[in-house]
């Protein structure tokens, strides 16, 4: 038996932890803050890369997580739009009593809007369906490698994502346009976002994801230079994808 523990924010990393899953026949699973416990076989974490390393949640998962099957193979698959490999190596670190058999990146559509525009979508969608194809097969045949190494450089640059800092939320703003959907609130993986007024309230637990942002139909949430950018989900998840996934964590 396999599974397979994701974090996602736009649907990259669960695009690819579904289709990994498909080719070798596991379950995907929201990852969670509560400690968890699993004697499968193989056992998986996709997530994106912020900053050249993991989010806060997966590696406090990833900590937490009871392995009792000691030949377990295990794995751990970055997306990443700027820079990636390495990212995955850092879930090595918090394993307990087990390492981690092959790290793997995929290179997907950026989507850190704050800081970068969303281009050539199409392009990178068809590249990160062959390498996860890739990837996929061997996961399947129970390869060991790793595509790099969680060094120096990653701490530096990590140590300045806006997230580190729970508060972060303090600097999104909500313009006029905001309709009081609740979009924002039902796809954020932490429920940080309540809707209070008709208006999303930020409660200060934010993992800075930016979901809010990119799932936002109106762009009323805005964070940086985001206002006039485009925003993205990736098309075979859609922001429906994102709220059921999710809530199967609750």
Not at 45 to 57: Q, S
Not at 84 to 113: F, Q, W
Not at 149 to 171: E, T
Not at 176 to 188: E, P
């Amino acid at each position: 038996m396999a599974v397979i523990y994701c974090f996602t924010s736009t649907g990259n990393s669960l695009y690819a932890a579904k289709k990994i899953a498909d080719v070798i026949g596991a379950d995907v699973l929201p990852v969670a803050y509560g400690p968890a416990t699993t004697d499968e076989n193989v056992i998986g974490f996709v997530f994106p890369v912020y900053f050249w390393g993991a989010p806060k949640i997966i590696l406090h998962f990833a900590i937490n997580l009871k392995i009792s099957n000691p030949d377990a193979y295990v794995f751990a698959v970055a997306t990443y739009g700027g820079v990636g490999p390495g990212a995955a190596d850092e879930i090595r670190m918090c394993l307990h009593k087990h390492d981690l058999s092959y790290t793997a990146s995929v290179k997907s559509v950026e989507n850190y809007v704050p800081y970068y525009k969303v281009n050539n979508t199409d392009g990178i969608h068809a590249a990160a369906e062959r390498k996860i194809q890739s990837i996929a097969r061997d996961i399947e045949e129970r390869k060991k490698k790793r595509d790099g190494r969680f060094w120096l450089a990653n701490r530096l640059i990590k140590s300045v994502f806006p997230g580190n800092r729970a508060d972060c939320d303090r600097k999104f703003n909500v313009s006029g346009s905001c309709t009081g959907c609740g979009i924002c609130a039902k796809v954020c993986p932490v429920k940080n976002i309540s809707v209070h007024g008709g208006k999303p309230i930020f409660d200060h637990r934010c993992e800075h994801c930016i979901a809010c942002l990119n799932c936002c139909p109106a762009k009323a949430i805005n964070y940086g230079k985001s206002m006039d950018r485009a925003r993205y989900v990736h098309p075979e998840i859609g922001v429906n994808g994102l709220i059921e996934f999710w809530n199967a964590a609750t």
